[in-house]
């Protein structure tokens, strides 16, 4: 059973026991008990963890390959020393961004787009990405990275790499949700040399969620305002709605989700969306081990870029 069910269902720990059953039954006629199910999944698992371990080893050889077929490649791997694994080396952070993203973004819209997502293996980690819009408008992941997860000094380390492998980004519009580390880290790398906006689908969630929905329409009046007296009116008929609501958006800077506010073109988008595509794409492949997790986003960037 351990040996046939991989090759019909990606086993992990949040797989239900009646999935391995019908697997089984549907792909080889076979009817097994709960039990067996259960040492099935367990025994995958385990297995499934003493790989994903293995894997984190064999990075530096993966670098290597991708290095020895991309020598431009720009690839930065952190590691700390584990002293309770014998002082060998543990994984910390890599980030990778291919030569051609440079000479890619150059021809772009001064625009990028940041997140990250939780990955689902085994370990607790965080992956990151960087997005552009070409000139038709569509999408291209330009970098990388795979971190413990999203906080200040990650976020600084995955900027600054950016920063060094594509110098173009300063001056940059850079978009992304209200994430305090993220915000703080792009100061920190570019200073005034950026001009930062946060999702307004990211906010008007937060605070109609807190002030509910009903104020959809006055958020969106405010945020939409091309003129700043008009800002300035629509927040005042906010605050006779709701005074705690308009004194929730108020203390957040208008030049990072008001129209009249912004700093530089803002190309028409609004949303992080061109990077929570890139979640989507992946939605699945975040259960993968960490080098299969690298080659699909190895292989979904050069797709894109072929065609």
């Known amino acids: 059973m351990t040996r046939v069910v991989p090759l019909h269902l990606f086993v992990t720990k949040s797989t239900e026991l009646l999935e391995i059953i019908d697997c089984l039954r549907i792909h080889y006629h076979v009817k097994v008990n709960y039990e067996s199910a259960r040492i099935t999944k367990s025994t995958l698992v385990k297995d499934r963890r003493e790989h994903q371990c293995y894997q984190f080893t064999k990075i530096p050889a993966y670098i290597a390959l991708v290095k020895h077929q991309n020598p431009e490649i720009h690839i930065h791997l952190v590691t700390t020393t584990a002293q309770e694994d014998n002082n060998q080396n543990a994984f910390q952070r890599l980030f990778?961004?291919?030569?051609?993203?440079?000479?890619?973004?150059?021809?772009?819209?001064?625009?990028?787009?940041?997140?990250?997502?939780?990955?689902?293996?085994?370990f607790v980690q965080t992956l990151l990405f960087a997005v552009g819009i070409d000139g038709n408008g569509e999408s291209l992941l330009l970098a990388w990275g795979v971190v413990e997860s999203e906080n200040t000094e990650s976020w600084t380390w995955?900027?600054?790499?950016?920063?060094?492998?594509?110098?173009?980004?300063?001056?940059?519009?850079?978009?992304?949700?209200?994430?305090?580390?993220?915000?703080?880290?792009?100061?920190?790398?570019?200073?005034?040399?950026?001009?930062?906006?946060?999702?307004?689908?990211?906010?008007?969630?937060?605070?109609?969620?807190?002030?509910?929905?009903?104020?959809?329409?006055?958020?969106?009046?405010?945020?939409?305002?091309?003129?700043?007296?008009?800002?300035?009116?629509?927040?005042?008929?906010?605050?006779?709605?709701?005074?705690?609501?308009?004194?929730?958006?108020?203390?957040?800077?208008?030049?990072?989700?008001v129209t009249a506010y912004y700093p530089a073109p803002h190309y028409g988008h609004r949303a992080s969306n061109i990077v929570e595509s890139m979640n989507s794409v992946f939605r699945e492949d975040r259960e993968l081990s960490i080098l299969d997790l690298l080659n699909e986003v190895w292989h979904y960037t050069m797709d894109q870029r072929y065609r």
């Open 96 to 122: 990778i961004c291919p030569h051609e993203s440079r000479q890619s973004f150059r021809h772009m819209r001064k625009f990028l787009a940041v997140d990250g997502t939780f990955l689902k293996a085994r």
């Open 158 to 257: 995955f900027l600054e790499n950016l920063k060094s492998v594509i110098p173009e980004t300063v001056g940059m519009t850079l978009i992304s949700d209200r994430d305090k580390g993220l915000l703080t880290a792009d100061r920190a790398v570019y200073g005034n040399g950026i001009n930062q906006l946060i999702c307004c689908f990211h906010l008007k969630g937060n605070f109609c969620k807190r002030y509910g929905s009903q104020l959809s329409n006055s958020f969106w009046q405010a945020a939409n305002s091309k003129i700043r007296q008009d800002c300035a009116r629509y927040m005042e008929d906010l605050r006779l709605q709701n005074p705690t609501a308009a004194d929730y958006l108020i203390k957040i800077d208008p030049s990072l989700w």
